[in-house]
């Protein structure tokens, strides 16, 4: 316990705060548009659905660690070290998801409870993604092909999900309760990858 | 003794005239195959080829009309845009990343110059789609019954704005040396077209890649008023512009890239506010002529005696309607039988492809309204026009048709068809072959009763022959103002109808 607690001050400079820091201020950009105009408002859902990927798009990065072959020896193990980075920057994130959705006019503003479960999966998932490219890659920086594979995903999933499964409902549409089931199902899948994949396995993968 | 040397030790590096131009291409060969391959990039090609292929034929059947043909081919290639931004921005970092920037530095390759390879690359691209937008258009524009004329402007928007949105990535791979920017930049890019898509009013909306009308409307291609041309001056000015500026940035400050990048500026500019010039007075004339006077403008064909107007382009078209319009006949009795009809091509193009605006009823006897589009759904529309008119003598008075002769009308319409029942389904406006429903016509709609409709279920289930013979057997009582369904079933044999007999 007091490894970890000597650890905070170390991991806490590897994290790319720069990174988080600008998909952050993108996504406050994103989120301060719903109050330029009517037709914003009427867009607010998908404004702060595209702040949510903006985020999620800086949190793929959490995991970068131009030094993980060099700390893969030290004796606190990986799980420790993946979850304490993830500590460090849940106040972060709650943070600056208090600040997006006060962005967004009162009246507008979606349902908090169900867009903050949206938001919550979308970002378990992209932490997931790289803790899952950590697991089953040698690369140092997973951010940059998760990022790939997250914009990728999400315009997927935008022009092709079926509608039985429909996860990016608007508001009025009734299937926006069953949407929600969905989207906690999703973050459920989400946090066990990330789980999973954040144990370190016990012998790496030789490549002949 | 002294030795001589015989030649004096010469440079190895040999400066062949344009080595370094054949080691850009050589660049630029690999990095377009890299581009190409990277698995976005891929996965947006087959997105785009498998929504293209899928879509193909679904929108305007065999009978496009190529006009609006070429609009259909800009939206979708903005996915391949976003891929090659994504995959160009990592590709102009990858040195960086692997730490292998100084390695290059020794090479005969200036970072400008490799710059202007990937933008190279970013050409590849960009043909690639214009090879898939060629494909897509050119399957339009062979089926035998295209009409219209496509615009190659229009065409080049795609291309266009692959090569736009890939240069962006390059500079932005040139200003920002950070793997997150290029992410963030896609996700603007996908929200905010939607919202500006939104909130744009007329000039603005031109300065956006691909400009989508509001309006489904086929007009002939002289009235659409589309600024295309400078739409994609503006758009390959643009692209020029970033490419050019990437490559300053990058350290090529040639005069010739200088003067090149400020040439592209001008030639944005030209475009940029040439397109926002608005409609020139001409083309509210013309339009306001089109749409009140069609018939200055138009040419006539004379087919069996009956008259078919169109619009110069839908020239081939008479021969379809004249078809339809001799079928609906020949299902009807007494003089409507022979009744020759004068179809008329309309349009509303006062308010361009902005908005759709419903045609009145003609008052002129005899003559038919006709749409610009064909096939599908519109053919029995047609048809239930002509039939109309063949039976109530004008389309003013077709259109308040409220009794028993929806019929016999709606027999013309439908009874001639392969499946008439499809047909009766395509034709009313919620799909149903049971109940009552509004019926489509170029013009204003019709409104079938439930027992109306159950009259002419009960008519269409019988052979072709008999129910034809019975309706011109008893044509003109069929035929009279205010005769009831229930007075039609019995004059048709058929059983009397239990539904609701009231128009609303």
Known sequence: MFLNRQLVLPVHRTVPWRGIGAAGAAGLLLAALTRTGETAERLSLYLLRAAILAFAVGLAFLLDDPARHTTSTVPTRRPVRVALRTVLVVPAAAAWWTVALLLVPPEVRPPVADITLEAGAAFVLAVAGAAAAVRFSEVTRPGRPVTGALLTTAVLAMLFWPGRWALFVPVEDERWAAAHERWGLVLGGAVLLGVVCAIEPLRRRVRL | ?????????????????????????????????????????????????????????????????????????????????????????????????????????????????????????????????????????????????????????????????????????????????????????????????????????????????????????????????????????????????????AILVAGGRKPVVMAGAAGALAMTLVGGVAQSAGESPGLVKARERATLHPEQVQTCLRRDGSTYCAFPEWGPRGADWAGVVDRVRSLAGGSAHEQDLVVRQRIDARYGLSGDAALAPLERPHEVTVGTQWGGNRVPEFAAAAAGVLIAGDEKAANSICDGRIVPLMWLAVGWESDPLDALRRVRLDDSVTGSAYVLQPTHGLYMTEAQTEVLRALLDLPRDEAGARVKDHWGELTAPKVTAARAAELLDLPAPEGEDKCS
């Not at chain 2, 010469?10 to 990277?38: C, D, M, Q, Y």
């Open chain 2, 1 to 245: 003794m002294t030795t001589l040397v015989e030649k004096p030790v010469t440079s190895a590096i040999r400066n062949a005239p344009g080595g370094s131009f054949k080691a850009v291409l050589a660049l630029a060969l690999f990095e377009s195959r890299r581009l190409l391959t990277r698995i976005p990039v891929l996965l947006a090609f087959a997105v785009y080829l498998g929504w293209t292929l899928w879509r193909a034929g679904k929108a305007w059947g065999d009978y496009p009309a190529l006009q609006d043909a070429d609009r259909a081919t800009q939206s979708a290639p903005m996915l391949v845009g976003l891929a090659v931004l994504l995959s160009v921005n990592q590709a102009a970092l990858r040195s960086r990343r692997h730490g292998t920037e100084r390695h290059f530095a020794v090479l005969v390759l200036p970072q400008w110059r490799r710059t202007a390879a990937h933008g190279l690359s970013v050409v590849a691209a960009a043909l690639l789609t214009a090879v898939c937008v060629a494909g897509q258009f050119g399957r339009e524009a062979l089926r035998p019954a295209a009409i219209g004329h496509g615009s190659v402007s229009e065409l080049l928007v795609g291309p266009l704005t692959v090569l736009l949105f890939g240069t962006a990535g390059l500079l932005l791979a040139g200003l920002v040396r950070s793997a997150i920017a290029a992410p963030l930049l896609v996700v603007f890019g996908l929200f905010l077209f939607a919202f500006f898509w939104g909130t744009s009013d007329d000039a603005t909306r031109w300065l956006l890649p691909a400009v989508v009308e509001a309006s489904s409307n086929t007009l002939p291609s002289d009235l659409m008023g589309r600024p295309a041309a400078w739409h994609a001056l503006y758009l390959a000015g643009l692209a020029l512009l970033l490419g050019l500026v």
